[in-house]
């Protein structure tokens, strides 16, 4: 039987939002991939109390919903998370209003559901005085980001959960490593907003299709994702870009590159990235650029100038 909920006090949290470096969709096929929290950009999270027998209303204007727990379908995401967390506490729908906001362009790449669930999950617990265990949160974020995503690989909640730099393998234990030292990355949105469900599924039809091509591909893709931790932990940047590039040109032969996507690759590539590369489910959301401090004006203004309908600049590992 749930317990009666404690008195709700007022609370925020918040999750970062994430970019892949290396390995996406091929992480779907168990390869490793590496993935950064990226602490700038965060979804947010308040819980206020509410008048006795209110129930919990749950509002997030970013993605224009109102509304209250008890009405709310199965597969609302936002209502899963606040069911899951006070499934996982044991307690009752308290009488609060539960409200999301996000700096993190929805459906983009930069695990901004993930960071939304994460933010809430955490809100809520806490305004009925728990703290969740970050492995709790990690688990409530990715069966939140199966409603999103069908079958997703788990990078994404657990970087979001832990805000630490991951290498990452389908059922095996997540690992953090060390950044030798801070670099830049220019995040550049398409204007084009994907769905990773959709981008996901298609390889996987592809891949039935030609089962022996798409696993060369993803090969390939998970020894870039080893170089790449690697050359993350001795700071051997020049190195990083070109597996960047690389791991670019393998993401557009499996078909989730699109003529914007690879347009802003080429652009700040042209300028001086030392490598870039679309981030995320591809076919359209964000590309990453990985650049030297100096060359951050004129990267930017590559990509600018190449359409980006905004870029992000962040310091990883910092
Ligand atoms: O949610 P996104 O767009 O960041 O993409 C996640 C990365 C994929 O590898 C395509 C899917 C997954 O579940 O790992």
């Known amino acids: 039987m749930n317990r009666p909920p404690p008195d709700v006090v007022a609370v925020e949290r918040s999750a970062p939002g994430k970019i892949i470096l290396c390995g996406e969709h091929s992480v779907v096929y168990g390869y490793p991939a590496i993935a950064v929290p990226v602490s700038d950009l965060r979804a947010r999270a308040r819980v206020e109390p509410a008048p006795p027998g209110s129930g919990l209303q749950i509002e997030a204007p970013d993605l224009h919903q109102s509304l209250h727990l008890r009405l709310a379908a199965e597969d609302n995401p936002l209502a899963h998370t606040a069911r899951l967390v006070l499934a996982h506490l044991g307690h009752a729908e308290p009488d609060a209003v539960l409200t999301v906001e996000s700096d993190l362009p929805i459906a983009s790449g930069m695990g901004s559901g993930a960071a939304i669930t994460a933010a809430a999950a955490r809100a809520l617990a806490a305004a009925l005085g728990e703290e969740l265990l970050t492995e709790t949160v990690s688990q409530i974020t990715y069966e939140v980001e199966k409603i999103h995503h069908g079958t997703p690989s788990g990078i994404d909640n657990t970087v979001i959960a832990w805000e630490r730099p991951v290498y990452f ?18 995040i550049a949105h398409s204007g084009i907003t994907s769905s990773t469900r959709g981008a996901v599924d298609e390889v996987r039809h592809r891949w039935h299709a030609t089962p022996a091509y798409y696993e060369m591909i993803f090969t390939c893709i998970g020894a870039i994702a080893h170089a790449a931790r690697a050359a993350v932990e001795q700071g051997a940047l020049q190195a990083l870009g070109t597996l960047l590039n690389e791991n670019h040109e393998l993401l557009a032969k499996m078909g989730v590159s699109i003529c914007k996507l690879d347009g802003l690759v080429y652009a700040a590539r042209s300028r001086g990235a030392l490598g870039a590369k679309l981030t995320g489910a591809g076919q359209g959301g964000n590309v990453i650029a990985l650049v030297n401090e100096p060359a951050l004006p004129a990267v930017r203004q590559a990509l600018n100038e190449a359409g980006a309908i905004h870029v992000w600049h962040t310091r990883v590992g910092t």
């Open 169 to 186: 393998a389908k059922g095996r234990c997540p690992e953090t490593f060390r950044i030798a030292a801070p670099f830049d990355v220019l």
